[in-house]
């Protein structure tokens, strides 16, 4: 994508700093010439909604989240799941199991400062919250031909100051993901470290990486 210098580019929906947020907050810049740019969106809400809706979750309180995502969704139909939304947007997540599903791939995240699952924001061309967390888990494992369940396995929701710069909130949806056997993670840019960790001896600093992994046991 072309950088955009010293210049706003105003999208349907949000106005977005180019220079200051090159990836666009969710929005691709196409065609700049001079007064506006032509956006991609990301997932739309209602592609987002459709997903949850389809998801029966394992436990209430997994139930209420649900709801709440989905209150959500219906009170933020335009930008619900784009980085542009302060209040809160929803996210991506990958808990990534080996072939044998014996070891978890986790991220030490630069900015969170904890080993946790890999995932993030949902980017232009995703169509949906799995195919966002598919993509999200490709470009941080290094790993090709990943496999990725059909329906969610968790939802969070956590503050968090990300690329905005500013407290906000991701309401995060999580995918169980199978590694091909065999398979060796290439660590990205977007992580301080990436490796394997078997599911009974998790780092203490996981976060809610054991509730995913006792998901996949039941």
Do not use: N
């Not at 969710?26 to 007064?35: A, L, S």
């Not at 739309?44 to 909604?49: D, G, K, L, R």
């Not at 209420?64 to 784009?82: G, M, V």
Request: hydrophobic share 45%; aromatic share 4%; net charge negative.
């Amino acid at each position: 994508m072309r950088r955009v210098h010293e210049r706003r580019v105003v999208c349907t929906g949000a106005a977005i700093w180019a220079r200051a947020h090159p990836r666009g907050a969710g929005h691709i810049v196409r065609g700049v010439h001079g007064r506006r740019a032509v956006c991609t969106r990301v997932v739309t809400p209602a592609a987002a909604a459709t997903e949850l809706a389809a998801w029966e979750p394992p436990d209430d309180a997994q139930r209420a989240l649900k709801y709440a995502l989905l209150a959500f969704l219906d009170a933020r139909p335009a930008d619900a799941c784009d980085r542009s939304c302060a209040p809160g947007h929803l996210t991506a997540s990958a808990l990534v199991l080996d072939a044998a599903g014996e070891h978890v791939l986790l991220t030490l995240h630069p900015r969170v400062g904890r080993w946790i699952q890999l995932g993030g924001h949902c980017e232009p061309a995703d169509a949906t919250l799995r195919a966002a967390a598919l993509r999200e888990a490709t470009e941080e494992s290094g790993i090709a031909g990943l496999s990725i369940a059909t329906e969610p396995l968790h939802v969070d929701v956590h503050p968090v100051t990300c690329s905005l710069g500013v407290p906000t909130r991701h309401l995060d949806v999580r995918y169980l993901l199978h590694a091909p056997p065999g398979a060796e993670p290439v660590i990205s840019d977007e992580s301080d470290d990436l490796r394997w960790w078997p599911v009974d001896a998790l780092p203490p600093e996981s976060d809610t990486v054991p509730t995913m992994v006792a998901l996949t046991r039941t």
